[in-house]
């Protein structure tokens, strides 16, 4: 049954409702034999529009369904379908489960308490710390972390899922696993794959259209237990994941941000919305009904001295460049400048063109020097 679903998953314009709705019509291999002779009124209709039909009888005529299913084997990607023995079971009895599953790596990690960490792909270097640090220390609790390894909020928590080097990762993925999106994140995906799992509802070839990443925001939401927002805007894929969080009365926790970081607008009108805030992993850990550990590593950074503190302080934690930190705290051009040198050496503070941006307890790796967070500046 399973290279027949493989099959008709990899028709065009194919996502998790027109799937359902043919295999509400009859079995995988009967459909596949209906698309390649006359025209069957009843799969026309969930195609909605004949140019589509025409495509999936076209493809059905051409594709070669054995050597499909070898290419998936030969990828190292299982196949499960809804109802099987390797189908996760926390997704069977979701609101809006994948008919089928594809995954590299190991399924059987889906098990045990898990958290789910979202947010902006345009993060801040402090989302991306947040993110880091959250990731690091849940699997250091052994919270399996869930997100979509998409850039910025979603790859510095599986960087610090992976940092941990404890519970195993889970990722979802929005299109197919020889297509790795985005390509700047292909490290990621291969040690998410290697020491935890990789899952997703697309065939091998599928590409990453943008129809497919609200569905794949929908199995995260399904695969965790509770969901934590860090960056997100007003709208995007985050906030879309909390609606579907909601649908499956999923606990919600939200980070404060800044009050004049867009990145945090989102992050902000859910705390106001009543979501409980999360400051660091005890109060993700407190939802989960766990207790609290002490997971974080200490911070061995050298004092940053007394005019490097005034810094800090009026660096806070958004971008700002020398001339603002000039105002904010009396110091001259020169002195400021010094500081900021120290610092940035001892680990305190990262630099990027003109602006200044605190950095959190420092990554174990180093995994934090540029590619992972995609941020940005003011």
């Known amino acids: 049954m399973e290279a027949w679903l493989v099959a008709l998953a990899s028709l065009p314009a194919v996502g998790p409702a027109r799937l359902r709705a043919m295999l509400a019509i009859d079995r995988p291999s009967e459909l596949w034999t209906s698309l ?21 009888h076209r493809t ?4 070669d369904v054995a050597r499909l299913w070898t290419r998936h084997r030969e990828y190292g990607v299982g196949v499960a379908a809804l109802g099987t023995p390797g189908y996760p079971p926390v997704l069977c009895d979701d609101l809006d489960p994948p008919a089928v599953v594809f995954h590299k790596g190991d399924p059987q990690v889906v098990h045990g308490p898990r958290v789910a960490i979202v947010g902006t792909r345009r ?3 402090y989302g991306s710390d947040v993110a880091f640090e959250l990731g690091r ?41 020889d297509r790795v999106y985005p390509e700047r994140n292909r490290a990621l995906w291969r040690a998410v794959a290697d020491l935890g799992v990789l899952l997703g509802e697309a065939p091998l070839g ?13 199995i995260i939401a399904a695969l965790a237990d509770v969901v934590v927002v860090v960056e997100s805007h007003a709208s995007g894929g985050a906030m879309h994941t909390v609606v579907e969080a909601a649908a499956r009365n999923r606990a919600v926790l939200a980070v404060p941000g800044p009050v004049r970081s867009s990145a945090s607008d989102g992050c902000h009108q859910l705390l106001a ?23 974080a590593p200490v911070d061995s950074r050298p004092d ?5 503190q005034r810094v800090l302080e009026a660096l806070g934690w958004q971008p700002a460049d020398a001339e603002q930190i000039k105002s904010r705290t009396g110091l001259t051009m020169v002195q400021v400048a010094g500081a900021v040198e120290e610092l940035r050496v001892a680990g305190w503070v990262a630099v990027s063109g003109r602006w200044i941006e ?6 174990r790796t180093g995994s934090d020097q540029g590619p992972l967070n995609g941020s940005v500046k003011g």
């Not at 590409?207 to 929908?218: G, L, Q, V």
């Not at 409980?276 to 002490?294: F, H, I, K, T, W």
């Not at 605190?358 to 990554?363: K, L």
Request: aromatic content about 4%; hydrophobic content about 40%; proline content about 9%.
């Open 273 to 295: 919305d009543g979501c409980a805030p999360c400051r660091d992993g005890d109060d993700v850990l407190l939802a989960l009904g766990m207790s609290g550990a002490e997971t």
């Open 36 to 56: 390649q002779g006359p025209p069957s009124p009843e799969i026309a209709k969930v195609a909605g529009k004949r140019e589509l039909y025409e495509q999936w």
């Open 137 to 177: 220390d849940l699997a250091l609790a052994g919270v399996g972390v869930v997100s979509g390894l998409a850039l910025g909020i979603d790859a510095a928590a599986h960087a610090g899922a992976l940092d941990a080097n404890a519970a195993p990762p889970v990722a979802v993925v929005g299109n197919g696993m």
């Open 304 to 308: 940053p001295g007394t005019v490097g």
């Open 358 to 363: 605190r950095v959190g307890v420092p990554r």
């Open 60 to 63: 059905a005529a051409d594709l």
């Open 206 to 218: 599928a590409p990453p259209e943008r129809w497919r990443f609200p569905a794949r925001n929908r």
């Open 123 to 125: 993060c801040t270097r």
